[in-house]
């Protein structure tokens, strides 16, 4: 046992520090890397189109640590419709922003710590003050992330998932 903050690992057996407390996709599970040069495709950090056709943000999942009072995310990509993807745009620098209703999408990242795949989950998507991305509410269903978004998690949880995440590869 030691006294220094962090855990060891039960993958490589070596201290680390801390858990981190959030996890993040670079890009929509669909995304790939020749549509880098498609004139008719775009990623920024907080948006996404493919071929004009496939509309998506980014936004956080948040699960409460219940054993701590503090917040573990996810951050995923959600498809929006055209026409919801279009409003989300034009007011996404107009300050009141948030007072918008949910807009319904589906999770287009997968998170592979869960089974079945998190991918085109059902969910709503709260835009937030300017500046803040918007909250990803899952349906409630029993499928295990949207478990955890209700119920929460331990420390333990985020330490497993860590390992999980930092250590990739066959176990």
Known sequence: ??????FTCSCCGRRH???????????PAFWTPDL???PDSELSS?????????FFVRGLIELPVVDTGEVFTW????????????RATRLWDVPGREAE???????STELP????????????????????????????TAHPLAVEQRQGI???????????????GPR
């Open 1 to 6: 046992m030691s006294d220094e903050p962090g």
């Open 17 to 27: 520090g801390e858990p981190p407390l959030s996890f993040s996709a670079p890009a």
């Open 36 to 38: 880098v040069d498609d």
């Open 46 to 54: 907080d948006q996404c189109v493919i071929k004009r056709q496939a």
């Open 75 to 86: 951050g995923v990509w959600v498809s929006l419709s055209e026409k919801n993807f279009t």
């Open 101 to 107: 209703p949910p807009y319904f999408g589906w999770l």
């Open 113 to 140: 710590i869960y089974s079945p795949t998190t991918v085109e989950l059902k969910t709503h998507l709260h835009t937030r003050p300017v500046g803040e991305r918007p909250a990803v509410e899952l349906e409630p």
């Open 154 to 168: 331990t420390r333990a949880r985020v330490q497993r998932i860590a390992e999980t995440l930092l250590h990739p």
